[in-house]
C-alpha cells in the first residue's frame, strides 16, 4: 500500500506572471484512494495549481508528477478526469457530437453520465445555446466518464440546480468507494466537508493548510462544548483537548475546546448528560486561518 505511486504530487511548485507570484513554492501530495478539497479565497492560486498539474501550465521551479511521471494528459487522459472551469468547447458544435469526440479522445464512453446529467434531449443543441448549468453538466459529463483512477475537477457544482448535484454528489462518492483518488477546487465548504478527507487552503500563491475537516476546525479555538456533569475533568484533561471552563451555572458546565470532539467522548465517560456541541463550521474555522494569515496580531480569543 504504502509502496504505491501517488496520484499527484507537487513539490515546491513557483509559477510566476511577469513579476507576480502566483504560487509560491507549493509542496503537497495525494494518494490513491485519497479525497481533497483546495479552497482558498480568488486569486489564490487554485486553478494555477490545477493548471500546473494537468501540464497547462509550466512552474519555473519545482516539479508535478501525476502517477509518478511528468504530466502528459494526452496518455493520461483515460485514467484521468478533468473539469475545467473554462474547456473552450467549440460553440456551435452539437451537444451529442462534443459527448462523442470528447469521450473518444479520453477513451471511455460518455453516455452513461450523460444519461445522468440528463443531456440526452440536448443531444442536437448547440454547446453555446446551452444554459450555464446545462455547460456544466455536458463538463461534468465529459470528466466523469469512465472509471478514472483520478478526478481533478475546478469548483464542479458551479452554476447546477439541486438534483444535478445531487448526481455529482452520487458519482464523487461511487468515485471514493471505488478507491479513486480527488482533488477538488472549491468554494463550497460544504462539498468540501463533506467529500474530502483532507483540506488543503492556498492564500497568496502559498499553502497555509493541510489538514482533515475536523483538524482545522479544531485549530479555531471557537468550538463550545456544554454539559451537565456530575464532576468536572482534571486540568491534565483539559489540556489533552485545549479545553478550558468558560462558565459553570448550577450543574451545567461550558467549555471551550480545540478539540470538542476528543472532550465530549470524555465527558461522556465521566458521565455527563445533555452534552451539547456547538463545533465551529470549517467556513469560519478557514477564515480565522485566513485572518491570522493576514494579520497574526488581531487574534481574539473565542
Ligand atoms: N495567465 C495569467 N496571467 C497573469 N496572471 C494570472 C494568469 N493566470 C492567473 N493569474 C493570476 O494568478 C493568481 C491566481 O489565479 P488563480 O486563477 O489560480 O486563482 P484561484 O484561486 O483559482 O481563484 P478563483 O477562486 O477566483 O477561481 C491571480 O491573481 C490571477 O490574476
Redesign the pocket.
Known amino acids: 500500500m504504502t509502496s504505491r505511486t501517488a496520484a499527484v504530487e507537487l513539490h515546491n511548485v513557483v509559477?510566476r506572471?511577469?513579476s507576480?507570484t502566483?504560487?509560491d513554492g507549493v509542496t503537497f501530495s495525494i494518494e490513491s484512494e485519497e479525497s481533497v478539497a483546495l479552497v482558498?479565497?480568488?486569486?489564490?492560486?487554485?486553478?494555477?495549481?490545477?493548471?500546473c498539474l494537468l501540464g497547462l501550465?509550466t512552474p519555473q521551479a519545482g516539479s508535478v508528477r501525476l502517477f509518478g511521471e511528468p504530466p502528459r494528459l494526452t496518455r493520461q487522459a483515460h485514467a484521468v478526469g478533468v473539469l475545467l472551469?473554462d474547456a473552450g468547447f467549440p460553440p456551435s458544435a452539437p451537444v451529442g457530437a462534443l459527448l462523442d469526440a470528447l469521450g473518444r479522445m479520453r477513451g471511455v464512453d460518455t453516455a452513461p453520465m450523460a444519461r445522468r446529467f440528463g443531456l440526452t434531449q440536448l443531444a442536437r443543441t448547440r454547446f453555446e445555446t446551452l444554459s450555464l448549468g446545462q455547460r456544466q453538466r455536458v463538463r461534468l459529463a465529459i470528466a466523469l466518464a469512465g472509471t478514472p483512477e483520478l478526478i481533478i475537477a475546478?469548483?464542479p457544482s458551479t452554476a447546477l440546480d439541486l438534483e444535478a448535484r445531487a448526481t455529482l454528489a452520487t458519482v464523487l462518492e461511487d468515485h471514493r468507494s471505488r478507491g479513486g483518488a480527488l482533488l477538488l477546487?472549491t468554494?463550497d465548504l460544504a462539498e468540501a466537508s463533506t467529500l474530502a478527507d483532507r483540506v488543503i487552503v492556498?492564500s497568496h500563491?502559498r499553502l497555509i493548510a493541510d489538514a482533515t475537516p475536523r483538524e482545522i476546525r479544531g485549530r479555531s479555538g471557537f468550538a463550545r462544548v456544554s454539559a451537565t456533569l456530575r464532576e468536572q475533568p482534571d486540568a491534565d484533561t483539559l489540556d489533552r483537548y485545549g479545553a478550558a471552563v468558560l462558565e459553570i451555572e448550577r450543574d451545567r458546565t461550558t467549555f471551550t475546546a480545540t478539540d470538542a470532539d476528543g472532550l465530549a467522548h470524555e465527558l461522556l465517560h465521566l458521565g455527563a448528560t445533555a452534552l451539547e456541541i456547538a463545533p465551529v463550521g470549517l467556513d469560519e474555522a478557514i477564515r480565522r486561518l485566513l485572518n491570522l494569515q493576514r494579520d497574526p496580531t488581531t487574534e481574539e480569543h473565542p
Do not use: S, V
Open positions: 509559477r506572471y511577469g507576480f502566483a504560487l482558498g479565497p480568488n486569486g489564490a492560486g487554485k486553478t494555477t495549481t490545477i493548471e501550465a472551469a475546478d469548483e477546487a468554494h492556498l500563491g
